[in-house]
T-cell receptor
Framework: SQQGEEDPQALSIQEGENATMNCSYK?????LQWYRQNSGRGLVHLIL?????REKHSGRLRVTLDTSKKSSSLLITASRAADTASYFC????????????FGPGTRLSVLP | SQTIHQWPATLVQPVGSPLSLECTVE??????LYWYRQAAGRGLQLLFY??????ISSEVPQNLSASRPQDRQFILSSKKLLLSDSGFYLC??????????????FGNGTRLTVT
């Protein structure tokens, strides 16, 4: 069964607006990671947050983690058309990160 | 710097034909290697992972197999393709070691269409 579940499944916003995507998971984790995928391409790692961290920033990205609720959110501020992509969360729960579990993703469309 | 190569980029194969997808990693040694499949508009399903040469773990029963003949080479194979094998196949690597907190690095994927 899926460990991570992103919400919403699809999101359409105007350029300059903020985009928020959420991820829920079911079991204990070592860390949670967010990836981006442009259409027809591989995934690119965006940001990793450890289980003992609550918030992390990277440029226009802000990730939060609430282990009590087993949820995470990804905020993209001041979105651009180039941010249009699918965004996935992945949970790392195995020993030495032997495997990850990905959610089904959020398709973000940023309209110019 | 580390790079990952995955080929071919696209492949159209008839039902019942064999399959071989190859993935190689450069610039790192002893990586964990992964094969994922992604159905259209969906998330990633882990198919196989490997922690060393000749060591393969399968996550789901299927018509596919994987091999790791060299440290930085990971091959996905099938003897007879099924229509349901169509999808987008992604190879990925992750650094080893005691630290869990490192990301996956993906190749650009292979779009397989079984006709």
């Amino acid at each position: 069964s899926q460990q991570g579940e992103e919400d919403p499944q699809a999101l359409s916003i105007q350029e300059g607006e903020n985009a928020t995507m959420n991820c829920s998971y079911k079991t204990s984790i070592n860390n949670l990671q967010w990836y981006r995928q442009n259409s027809g391409r591989g995934l690119v790692h965006l940001i990793l947050i450890r289980s003992n961290e609550r918030e992390k920033h990277s440029g226009r990205l802000r990730v939060t983690l609430d282990t009590s609720k087993k949820s995470s959110s990804l905020l993209i501020t001041a979105s651009r058309a180039a941010d249009t992509a699918s965004y996935f969360c992945a949970t790392d729960a195995g020993n030495y990160g032997q495997n990850f579990v990905f959610g089904p993703g959020t398709r973000l469309s940023v309209l110019p | 710097s580390q790079t990952i190569h995955q080929w071919p980029a696209t492949l159209v194969q008839p039902v019942g034909s064999p399959l071989s997808l190859e993935c190689t990693v450069e610039g790192t040694s002893n990586p964990n290697l992964y094969w994922y499949r992604q159905a259209a508009g969906r998330g990633l399903q882990l198919l196989f992972y490997s922690v060393g040469i000749g060591q393969i773990s399968s996550e789901v029963p299927q018509n596919l197999s994987a091999s790791r003949p060299q440290d930085r080479q990971f091959i996905l194979s099938s003897k007879k393709l099924l229509l349901s094998d169509s999808g987008f196949y992604l190879c990925a690597w992750k650094g080893r070691g005691a630290r869990n907190n490192s990301p996956l690095h993906f190749g650009n994927g292979t779009r397989l269409t079984v006709t």
